[in-house]
């Protein structure tokens, strides 16, 4: 069955209330420019539920002052084709921003601890912005499971939160990171790295395998970790943001590494912000 836009809110709703009656909804928000990160998502939500609405929106309360918000690559056909090839019903893709942002709109979702940190502190507001919009996709849809990206661990710990804190009946399902073949994590952003660059954003994954090397070679100091992947990152001349190791479940700093810690990452690559992150332990390990 071939894909079917969806340009208003109106029509949004009432199409995930005519698909809840013939079995789970699956919902997978994206920003679009998509990739076989996304597509892998889409590939994972088909296996589990009756019908899958990708939405695509470039949401605007979730970007600074001076992010990339207006530059944000685009491509609705493309992407109508990607969906559809890895099993989408519906794309909700708004005609523009007032679909979710109407006249007169002023509540938002304020993320708890979580959202401070890593992202949090150095994006502010960013997660306010993906957490409302989240809040209202879940509302509009009413999805039985939504899908979201390990690539965005933090996102993913924060709407897990927010959908259990505001007794949101959407399951919150987390799918593991999709990369190239070189380690470079896929994202939409990728886009912008110039040739000159793209060789060098695998800095990210290295430092992540450097980390993983250190921990399986026992060093355990949150400090020496961390340092060795920033040697990575500035190696390759990359500009840190952070390089952290917290603690998976609720993302604060362990006094000392161990299995359920991991490795976060931000970096700038000339203007592109990059972000990965890792376990410690290979998963193969
Ligand atoms: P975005 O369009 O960047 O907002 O991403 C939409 C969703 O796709 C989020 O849940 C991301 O975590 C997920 N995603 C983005 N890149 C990847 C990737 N390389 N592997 C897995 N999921 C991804």
Request: one cysteine or more; hydrophobic letters at 40%; charged letters at 25%.
């Amino acid at each position: 069955m071939s894909v079917a836009l969806i340009e208003t809110a109106r029509e949004f709703k009432d199409l995930c209330a005519e698909a809840r009656r013939d079995g789970p909804l699956g919902l997978v928000p994206t920003m679009g420019f998509l990739h076989v990160g996304h597509q892998s998502l889409i590939r994972f939500a088909a296996q589990r539920t009756s019908t899958v609405a990708v939405t695509i929106f470039v949401n605007p309360t979730q970007f600074g002052p001076n992010e990339d918000l207006a530059r944000y690559p685009r491509d609705l056909s493309g992407d109508l084709k990607k969906c559809e090839e890895a099993g989408a019903r519906y794309v909700f893709a708004p005609r523009n921003p007032e679909e979710i942002y109407p006249p007169g709109f002023q509540t938002y979702v304020d993320p708890g601890p979580l959202a401070a940190p890593l992202c949090g502190a150095h994006r502010p507001g960013h997660f306010r912005g993906v957490c409302t919009v989240v809040a209202k996709l879940f509302a509009m849809s009413r999805a039985e499971q939504a899908f979201f990206g390990e690539k965005d661990y933090q996102q993913l710990a924060v709407i897990r939160r927010m959908g259990r804190d505001l007794d949101f009946s959407t399951e919150v399902v987390g799918c593991p990171i999709v990369r190239e073949t070189d380690g470079l994590a896929m994202s939409s952003r990728n886009a912008y790295l110039t040739p000159d660059e793209r060789p060098r954003a695998t800095a990210l994954s290295l430092a992540i395998a450097a980390v993983q090397d250190g921990y399986a070679s026992g060093v355990r100091g949150v400090a020496s970790l961390e340092a060795l992947a920033r040697a990575q990152l500035e190696r390759a001349q990359l500009r840190l943001d952070y390089a952290e190791i917290r603690t998976a479940q609720d993302l604060a700093v362990p006094g000392e590494a161990n299995r359920e810690s991991r490795i976060f990452l931000a970096a700038f690559l000339g203007k592109t912000r990059l972000i990965d992150n890792g376990p410690l332990v290979r998963a193969e390990s």
